[in-house]
């Protein structure tokens, strides 16, 4: 066989990325650029409830979005809560996943333990919280009521200021063994020669940790803030469960807002207004934090 | 790291303290779905001794364990929900897992292994396919599956899963390929091999735990999905997070009941991380070391 | 032995045996005495994994016996109709969930026709319907609506009573508009002249309170505003924190808020909209009611801003409420053994009496100013549907008098919506203490639905106002982020003219 003969097939048919792509590029446009596209479309039309039909409305919607303070708070609520969120749960996660990378007896069973809270479903596990930090019956109540934390006048999920700190909890808990396991798994991956230097040369374990290890952590953690950051600033099931946006608006975010205009209220374009408004906040978070961290596909 | 055996211990002492208050709520939930109703609520709660029952597991799953109810009214019309509904949750979360791996394996090889223009933006428009608030996706997803037939089907159900998982799946996988040295590639292709025999008898066994690790993943996004499945079907199946829902009744929420499902639910999930487990650890650690 | 009386003595026992005063060989034998072997009551370890075999009630030995002429009248009519299958999208109420559970197998058995039930939380309900009307696609032939929707989807129906006329082969025999309670079809059945369903079920709020002890503290049952709230006073003085006044559904952003809001907003002389279909609740009476609700709401646990009807349910089920204004519907729950820490404790009563109480032509939108505020929903055919025919037979089923009777029996506890079933000595025989499913309370709820339920106004908007905008402000208040009620009832009162007026 000649070079010339094995090269013409590898050209024409398995090396060009199409083919290979082709499966995931179908089913992207039919599935997620058609959605953008009808949500777009959606903005700028209206669902008249009597008619039962959408009726366009020019750029109401956008106006109203600019306009509309609801907006603008719930956007707060929902940056604080993602804010809040990634920064405990990158810091806790890399404390547990330093605290239990080890080859010791029994902690390949207390990781697995770890992942048991990711399979619950965010809606079960809002009410379970919901459950726990009852004003009344809540175990979390009671304990920091016992311990003088906190007093029989500030229901944790019904005080303003207190809220979405319940809320936070419900997340933290659940997603936290997310980061975990992400951290976990990169430590290993780290060689071990740069670590046993550093030992010789006597360093000591912070100055092992933030010069050798968090460096080279970097990738990881950049990949896993970008996945649960996407994640959080979309965040509903605990708020919808927990709180509904309450007391007042005070745990109300963006997709909740979203879910109860285009859902509760039948005002299908102003939902997708404030639905493509959060993607591209996001869009543009996510494009700033690849550029500021370099992340390379 | 070196420690000491006083350390050693230590250590093992502080994470299973964290392990344990992590697993805490947990062990409440499934308290919750072996107490007595009235035993849920009472002031101070109880952890470890209380009337127990197994009453909600008898109501959730339609079996008797020996303390039969007789004809009472059940929060979610009883056990026609519940089994089924276990089963139609294991079927939706393999075959979803089991497609967006599949489709997302070939993507990401050739993520990873051939070079185009815009690549870079191509990746990113695969992950900004994630940020969609889900509640902006259901309703076109809605029309388009009714033009289709598609509402109400299983088949319908696993797509969505698999598109849902598809960003996260695709550049965790890329990742993976990534590591595998392209020298093991390109020395079989010389060799005469095909593209895609180098794929499948080369490179895809060393992905192996990368791939494991993917469907872990993939699989929890899918068991624990709750819009979607809400949005696209009606009677004909559903998922435990869509039915544990029915517990919260007119008349207040039944707890127990819906403890005990989701202690239920937690199991098979379980059973398929505990198979994978060992991968899972494996193939995050090859992923990561990419630079 | 006569029958009633072995039901009785049946009750007893069970209650016993439930409550575990009774040993199982003990309470098998009582049973067998009874004539009932241990396999007819269920007691005998049934297969595993096998369906529930049992065959009574805890409450009382109701048997599923349906009508026989009814369904000998299903199956001849239901004839041209078998193999069709018909959808219904429905609350978890305890009439959906009776049906869904031991009623529905008798309608297909006898029909031919494949019932399917969705059961779902009322605001995913609502999101079905919606996308089923909009899509205009007839997924559900059968729409659970609840009041609130009732101008929204009043296009999407048809007219039961109109289908009941134009084909008189399908029309039940005996199936009697006028049993219907008559509040109840003006209520939640009629909107703009259309009768939009029928009256399905009927949570209704009524007076609730722990008979222990109103006579420990020698407290009468209230009779006006006052008196409840001079009632809640003396409980909590007298008991608090163990036993507070009263309690509330009082969660921000929460339907249940708005519901609390206004039964004393009506109770008070107030009401939501004007003549003129302006808001109103920020007028003298609607500032008299939230004044007394703030007074009232010292008396609550302080838990209750944060609970839905779940919350305010449990808190009295565990004892710590002394009396309620509330969802008749938690009153059987509230006598089992096993859920309630007051079962055979409470006793129903009317609601206390209005200050002063407009009328409907004082209010916009046909809203019914009533203490007792109603959550009715009723059943309706859709428009869309492709079967309408076996939908409206199974809604003639789902509401005809001897469904209801097995529906209410079944231990639902929801009021029925027809004066018969109220009368019928099988729910009668329920009217026990102690025993999950009691109906010892329905002659409170009729009374209560008969001359004082309030109804919410119909309009468009309403579920966003219900659900949104009225709660959100409420609870915003609640949680001390308005300086006065008159600042918090101008904010609503402003953002629900906008909404209104669009």
Same mark, same amino acid.
């Given at each position: ?179 975990? !396991? ?73 997709? !909740? ?16 207004? !404030? ?23 | 790291? #070196? ?71 059940? &929060? ?7 089994? &089924? ?13 089991? #497609? ?131 949005? #696209? ?34 199991? &098979? ?23 | ?116 039930? $969705? ?42 009573? $109109? ?297 468009? $908007? ?18 001390? $982020? ?21």
């Amino acid at each position: 066989m000649t070079r010339s003969l094995i090269r013409a097939p590898r050209f024409m048919i398995a090396d060009h990325p199409l083919p290979w792509l082709l499966p995931l590029i179908v089913i992207l446009v039919v599935f997620a650029l058609y959605p953008f596209f009808y949500n777009i479309f959606l903005s700028f039309h209206e669902f008249a409830p009597r008619k039962r039909e959408l009726v366009p409305v020019g750029f109401d919607n956008w106006v109203q979005l600019f306009g509309d303070p609801r907006m603008w708070n719930a956007f707060s609520v929902t940056l604080l809560y993602t804010g809040i969120c990634l920064v405990i749960q990158v810091v806790l996660g890399m404390a547990i996943a330093l605290l239990i990378d080890s080859d010791d007896p029994g902690f390949g069973f207390l990781r697995g333990v770890l992942t048991l809270t990711l399979v619950i479903p965010p809606a079960i596990t809002g009410m379970m919280f919901l459950l726990m930090q009852d004003a009344q019956f809540g175990i979390i109540t009671w304990t920091l009521q016992s311990l003088g934390l906190l007093t029989q006048a500030t229901p944790i999920l019904a005080t303003p200021s207190l809220a979405l700190w319940g809320v936070i909890v419900a997340d933290v808990w659940q997603w936290t063994p997310f980061m975990v !396991l992400i951290f976990v798994a990169g430590l290993r991956s780290l060689p071990r020669d740069p670590f046993e230097s550093a030992m010789i040369d006597g360093a000591s374990s912070w100055q092992v940790f933030r010069r050798l290890t968090l460096p080279m952590m970097g990738k990881v953690i950049a990949i896993a803030v970008l996945i649960r950051g996407i994640d959080l600033f979309r965040m509903f099931d605990y708020v919808f469960v927990m709180t509904s946006g309450g007391p007042g608006t005070s745990t109300y975010t963006l997709s !909740l807002y979203a879910w109860e205009q285009t859902f509760s209220f039948i005002k299908w374009g102003y939902g997708a207004t !404030l639905s493509l408004f959060a993607l591209f906040v996001i869009l543009i978070a996510a494009n700033l934090f690849v550029a500021v961290f370099k992340v390379r596909w | 790291m #070196l420690l000491s055996p006083g350390q050693r211990i230590l250590r093992a002492v502080a994470a299973w303290a964290v392990v344990m208050l992590f697993a805490f709520p947990i062990y409440y939930w499934v308290t919750v779905s072996i107490k007595l109703d009235r035993e849920i609520f009472s002031i101070p709660p109880k952890v470890f001794s209380f009337e127990t029952s197994a009453k909600s597991y008898e109501e959730v799953f339609g079996i008797s364990l020996g303390f039969e109810q007789g004809l009472s009214v059940l &929060p979610g019309g009883g056990d026609f929900y519940m089994t &089924p509904r276990l089963w139609d949750s294991i079927v939706i979360a393999v075959c979803s897992t089991a #497609l967006a791996i599949v489709i997302a394996t070939l993507a990401a090889y050739a993520l990873s292994r051939m070079r185009f223009r815009g690549q870079h933006h191509f990746v990113f428009w695969i992950l900004s396919t994630r940020m969609m608030p889900p509640v902006a996706v259901a309703i076109p997803m809605f029309f388009i599956y009714r033009d289709f037939g598609l509402l109400d089907t299983y088949h319908g159900v696993i797509l969505i899963h698999a598109l849902m998982n598809m960003p996260l799946a695709v550049l965790l996988l890329k990742s993976f390929f990534d590591d595998i040295p392209k020298e093991i590639d390109e020395a079989a292709l010389i060799d005469g091999a095909s593209r895609f025999l180098v794929f499948r008898k080369l490179v895809l066994p060393m992905a192996m735990g990368g791939i494991a690790a993917t469907a872990v993943l993939c699989f929890i996004f899918s068991w624990t999905e709750f819009l979607f499945v809400l949005t #696209l079907t009606q009677t004909g199946l559903k998922t435990v997070p869509v039915v544990s829902s029915t517990f919260v009744t007119s008349t207040g929420t039944a707890w127990g009941n819906m403890a005990a499902l989701g202690t239920a639910a937690i199991l &098979p999930a379980f059973i398929f991380i505990l198979l994978v487990q060992k991968n899972l650890v494996r193939g995050l650690t090859l992923g990561s070391v990419k630079q | 032995m006569r029958e009633s009386d072995r039901k009785l003595y049946l009750a007893s026992v069970t209650d016993r045996y439930v409550r575990g005063d009774l040993s199982r060989r003990k309470f098998l034998r009582a049973a067998s005495k009874l004539g009932l072997g241990a396999g007819a009551l269920g007691l005998t370890a049934t297969m595993p994994f096998g369906f529930r075999g049992g065959v009574f009630n805890t409450a009382a030995a109701a048997e599923i016996v349906p009508d026989a002429d009814m369904m000998a009248w299903l199956k001849d009519v239901a004839k041209p109709f078998a193999g069709q299958t018909i959808r219904l999208a429905t609350e978890s109420t305890p009439p959906s969930n009776a049906i869904n559970e031991h009623l529905k197998p008798f309608f297909e058995e006898a029909t031919g026709i494949n019932v399917e039930i $969705e059961v779902l939380p009322l605001e995913q309900v609502l999101q079905k319907l919606t996308l089923d009307v909009a899509s205009g696609l007839g997924t559900y032939d059968l729409y659970y609506l609840d009041q609130s929707w009732m101008a929204s989807f009043s296009g999407d129906v048809l007219d039961p009573r $109109e289908k009941y006329a134009a084909k008189p082969d399908l029309a039940m025999p005996n199936y009697n508009f006028d049993d219907f309670l008559g509040p109840l079809v003006d209520g939640i059945s009629m909107y703009d002249g259309i009768m939009v369903g029928v009256p399905y079920d009927i949570p209704i709020f009524i007076y609730m309170y722990r008979k222990d002890v109103y006579d420990e503290l020698g407290l009468k049952v209230a009779t006006t505003m006052d008196e409840f709230l001079a009632n809640a006073q003396a409980i909590q003085k007298a008991k608090g924190p163990d036993i507070y006044g009263t309690t509330g559904q009082m969660k921000s952003g929460h339907y249940s808020l708005e519901c609390d809001w206004t039964a004393w907003l009506w109770g008070h002389g107030g009401s939501i909209f004007g003549p003129d279909q302006k808001f109103s609740g920020n007028d003298a009476e609607g500032l008299e009611a939230m004044d007394y609700w703030v007074k009232l709401k010292e008396n609550m646990p302080p838990g209750v801003t944060s609970w839905t009807w779940d919350g305010q349910g449990q808190s009295v089920a565990q004892g710590i409420a002394g009396q309620v204004l509330s969802w008749g519907e938690f009153f059987p729950s509230w006598d089992n053994p096993d859920a309630s820490q007051v079962s055979g404790l409470m006793e129903a009563a009317i609601p206390p009496a209005p200050k002063a109480l407009r009328t409907v032509e004082q209010t916009g939108f046909g809203e019914i100013p009533g203490v007792g505020h109603q959550g009715g929903s009723s059943l309706a055919v859709s428009k869309y549907s492709k079967s309408p025919d076996a939908a409206w037979l199974f809604a003639q089923w789902a509401t005809s008098a001897d469904t209801q009777v097995f529906i209410t029996t079944l231990g639902g506890g929801t009021g029925p919506t027809r004066t018969s079933v109220y009368d019928d000595a099988r729910v009668k025989a329920n009217a026990k203490p102690g025993i999950p499913g009691t109906t010892r309370h329905l002659n409170v709820v009729r009374e209560t639905i008969d001359n004082y339920m309030g109804s919410e106004p119909d309009l468009p $908007e309403w579920a966003e106002l219900a659900n949104d905008t009225i709660p959100v402000e409420l609870g915003r208040f609640f949680a001390g $982020e308005y300086d006065s009620a008159k600042a918090a009832m101008d904010s609503i009162a402003e953002k629900t003219n906008k909404i209104v007026s669009g």
